[in-house]
């Protein structure tokens, strides 16, 4: 089994040593990235300021209001996954010993 492992690792790596190309140092680009440079031309920059655009007051409202109606949900649907977890908690050994004690009559001799 380990002769197989040894062979099976030595092709594996003499395969992806054979299947690399190793890119030559005079190809920093290909020609159609080069093409795409020269006919770039103008190098636009990036405007100074980026321009406000508002919404409408109406607008702006109507998404603040769906928003709290999302978190209010949200906070809904939290609570109760907090209750019913507290709902299907058991109880540690000791409370079901001293509920059982409670509930049961020693024996009458």
Not at 99 to 109: E, F, I, N, Y
């Amino acid at each position: 089994m380990k002769h197989v492992l040894f062979v099976l690792c030595v092709t594996l790596g003499a395969g992806g040593c054979a299947v690399i190309d190793m890119p030559a140092s005079d190809d920093a680009n290909p020609s159609w990235v080069d093409e795409r440079l020269a006919r770039a031309g103008d190098r636009r920059e990036a405007p100074p300021v980026v321009p406000v655009t508002s919404l409408p007051q109406s607008e702006a409202g109507a998404m603040d209001a769906a928003t709290q109606r999302l978190l209010d949900e949200r906070a809904a649907m939290q609570a109760e996954a907090v209750r019913r977890e507290e709902e299907n908690r058991r109880g540690d050994a000791s409370d079901f010993v001293s509920d059982g004690q409670a509930r049961t009559q020693p024996p009458q001799q």
